[in-house]
DNA sequence: GCGCTATTATTTGTATACAGTTTGTCCCGG
DNA sequence: CCGGGACAAACTGTATACAAATAATAGCGC
């Protein structure tokens, strides 16, 4: 296994950094780059055909934004969250996306809601084809919309890299996100998306909190089922 | 002036990336890289005795963190926040720092405690001496003080870096800060930093809002004041 | 056969080299 | 005197080269 992964060259970018930044993200984020594994520059920058420096330019933002770990003369490897990482991560967003949901009902354009209803629709077809990896992004692509339609790119973009890592968690853990978990999740998207269209903050708000509720108390009785006590 | 600030160089860190990254950092929070002035790569590592290739990769970073922007081909600056941009930074913090306040007054140990008041001491020290850079750089440590007190991260690094972009403003409009100003702020820093003493979480919040506030209210009273409607 | 040591191979961290753009300047024409 | 175009300089973005350090491996002694 040399090239497991294309790293698909090239959304559009302008820059060789940018195009490698995303194309390494995606692929950690897909699954393709295991947690605890080494990620060896010369490697990622031939599967990109290019050079080892934008690479590492790359490389280190994604160290800063915590989806990698370097090991000093050692290497890079793709993070392993502890599950005392992964709850104060949900800890973080459970003060921020309630914050933002009640902001979004406000502020909301009705491009924006078109635009969420969609990340609701593309959550319920991963669903019906088991595919985690697209139920895993559409969920990160809902909140993402949330905290656009919210008017705060600072708050928005916390709660989008936190969705990062804990996506990151589940996939390192490999834990069998389950047909029945991903329905509970997006009827819990429906409704904070219905609050929103009508203009409820008070329940966007109440809704948003308890999905980050839900989801925490879904990822406690996940990690306890298996291995480490 | 073609060495008009020395980046002290490197202090404790094990790579160049990661020196060149500090040392930026703080000259621009010094208001010794004056906001909107061009960055030059090699001038950069001239000034820190290494090669482009580290000083990049800093760059790069902070560029991530909001500190400076690129313009493809032209070359990157420092920062200049907008108005708006600012609000944007004041709303997040009114959400976040009660929080974080709150949680301090649960978790601070005593050594936690001790460093928040020697911070403190610090921004008072700086009024005697109306030295703006460095109470700014004080409230800043108050405030990761406190991040770290709380014991979530996650939220304290976010503050962090608010408060950062904040004061690039400050530094960027130049706005003269006069010792009244710091005084007060010092002494809302001084009522959180009791109440999270005295172990009351509500106060701690409520102060920690009031602060928010006040500041912001300082701040438009500045930006009006000068220039731009 | 097993453990320790020396050597080789990778791989990072840094420096240098090169190509393409963009900006500023100088010269010329009007 | 002013405007436009060619030239030159400077700087970014990328590639390649090199050195130090770590990990892997092979050889040796026992």
């Given at each position: 296994m040399l090239a497991p992964i294309d790293l698909q060259p090239f959304e559009k970018a302008l820059t060789f950094r940018e195009a490698a930044y995303h194309a390494i993200k995606h692929a950690i984020l897909a699954g393709?780059?295991?947690?605890?594994k080494p990620l060896v520059e010369e490697r990622l920058a031939a599967m990109l055909k290019i050079s080892r420096t934008p690479v590492r330019e790359a490389l280190a933002i994604l160290e800063h934004e915590g989806l990698i770990a370097p090991i000093y003369r050692r290497g890079l490897f793709v993070c392993q969250l502890s599950r005392a990482q992964v709850i104060e991560l949900f800890t973080a967003n459970e003060a921020v996306e309630p914050f933002l949901a009640r902001r979004a009902a406000f502020y909301a354009s009705p491009e924006q809601l078109v635009a969420i209803e969609q990340t609701i629709s593309d959550g319920e077809a991963s669903v019906e084809r088991l595919d985690v990896a697209n139920f895993l992004r559409s969920g990160r692509m809902f909140h993402a919309g949330i905290g656009l339609a919210a008017a705060n790119p600072t708050l928005a973009q916390l709660v989008q890299r936190n969705e990062e890592r804990v996506d990151l968690f589940v996939i390192s853990y490999g834990k069998r996100i389950d047909a029945e978990m991903m329905r509970a999740s997006n009827r819990e998207h429906q409704a904070i998306y219905q609050a929103i269209c009508d203009r409820d903050p008070d329940a966007a708000a109440r809704l948003a909190i308890y999905h980050a509720q839900s989801i925490r108390e879904r990822f406690a009785a996940l990690a306890n089922d298996e291995s480490d006590a």
């Open positions: 393709q780059l295991e947690p605890g």
